[in-house]
């Protein structure tokens, strides 16, 4: 069974920075992709943000991200961080790290980490 083990939540106000970091478990899994979601209250749970762990990394974004947060990844470690920059109230929620193993078709999920703007 693959872990995922986040870290990094937390409240902010809003226009400040927090950076999550999420770490996967050693083992037999080769990992394709690893990246975050987000349940906000009332709303569906939405892609952040994405690495693509075997292809080059190349990266992808959900449109609340797009130009304030970064993801990336640690030294070829089954770690990735989000480094979200100009939060904004609508930010608020809980976010899930994810996991893809190969030949897999469902993700694994890390326990939530709460991230929390304020006004």
């Known amino acids: 069974q693959l872990q995922l083990v986040e870290s990094g939540g937390g409240l902010v106000q809003a226009g400040g920075s927090l950076r999550l970091s999420c770490a996967a478990s050693?083992?037999?899994?080769?990992?394709?992709?690893m990246g975050w979601y987000r349940q906000s209250p009332g709303k569906q749970r939405e892609l952040v943000a994405a690495f693509a762990m075997t292809s080059g990394g190349v990266v992808r974004y959900g449109d609340s991200a797009q130009g304030r947060f970064s993801i990336s990844r640690a030294n070829a470690q089954n770690t990735v961080y989000l480094q979200m920059n100009r939060l904004q109230a609508e930010d608020t929620g809980i976010y899930y790290c994810?996991?893809?193993?190969?030949?897999?078709?469902?993700?694994?999920w890390g326990q939530g980490t709460q991230v929390t703007v304020s006004s």
């Open positions: 994810y996991a893809r193993a190969r030949g897999e078709t469902d993700n694994y």
């Open positions: 050693r083992g037999k899994f080769v990992i394709d992709s």
